[in-house]
């Protein structure tokens, strides 16, 4: 069965510098996709940026880019020039196999300080 | 815009009520998933549903039950509430694609039960 983990429960970062969120998964499948959603405290889950396992290009979207490392099963997130909207519970989610369900970590709330 | 609709953003019911969570979604998805998330639990899967009149049990289905007579809609019940089922409630949907396309997910009801 396949499992995701978040090891950072909590984590703090200054206005306009970067941080980088963890996330690491295991599964057997050669083909799946990896999600990062964000949840703002307006509670609206967000899908912030998605990587296909095939390709190896890591997935970029504006200030948000993903370090995907397909033999070592990691899926991290930076986020450069952090602003206060950044503020949010950050969840890593695996998709993949004969499922349609996406399994979830347990999500790092992730703090920007002005 | 699509979008997936939860009837209520907060409920507050007594021990022992019936109580029913509605979703809607109207982007034609062939799936739609109940969530419910606790802080340090992450989000644990209730029930999902891949076609209409059908339902499979999540991770946690005891004292809930679910029910899928039309596409669009998807709907939680809490047969007798109990404190221990207070919590933030989310639902989601996706196309059929083996979790390549992620979840749109809607904003959420927070649940208290006294």
């Known amino acids: 069965a396949q499992t995701v983990t978040q090891s950072q429960p909590e984590m703090s970062v200054q206005e306009a510098e970067t941080v980088t969120l963890s996330c690491t998964y295991d599964t057997s499948e050669n083909n799946y996709y990896l999600f990062w959603y964000k949840q703002p405290p307006s509670r609206q889950m967000i899908l912030v940026i998605r990587q296909e396992a095939y390709k190896q290009q890591n997935a970029t979207e504006n200030r948000f880019s993903v370090n995907f490392q397909k033999a070592a099963k990691s899926f991290s997130l930076k986020i450069s020039d952090s602003q206060l909207g950044d503020t949010a519970m950050y969840f890593c989610a695996f998709g993949g196999g004969a499922t349609n369900k996406l399994i979830f970590g347990t999500g790092t709330l992730l703090a920007v300080q002005p | 815009d699509v979008k997936v609709t939860q009837s209520s953003r907060y409920l507050v019911k007594r021990t022992g009520e019936k109580v029913f969570l509605e979703c809607v979604q109207d982007?034609?998805?062939?799936?739609m998933f109940w969530y419910r998330q606790d802080p340090g639990l992450g989000l644990r899967l209730i029930y999902f549903s891949y076609d209409v009149k059908m339902k499979e049990k999540g991770d946690i289905p005891e004292g809930y039950s679910v029910s899928r007579e039309k596409k669009e809609r998807f709907s939680l019940i809490l047969e007798s509430a109990s404190t221990n089922q207070t919590s933030m409630y989310l639902c989601?949907?996706?196309?059929?694609?083996?979790?390549?396309?992620?979840?749109?997910f809607g904003s959420g009801t927070r649940l208290t039960v006294v």
């Open positions: 989601a949907s996706s196309p059929t694609g083996q979790g390549a396309y992620g979840y749109t």
């Open positions: 982007m034609d998805h062939e799936n």
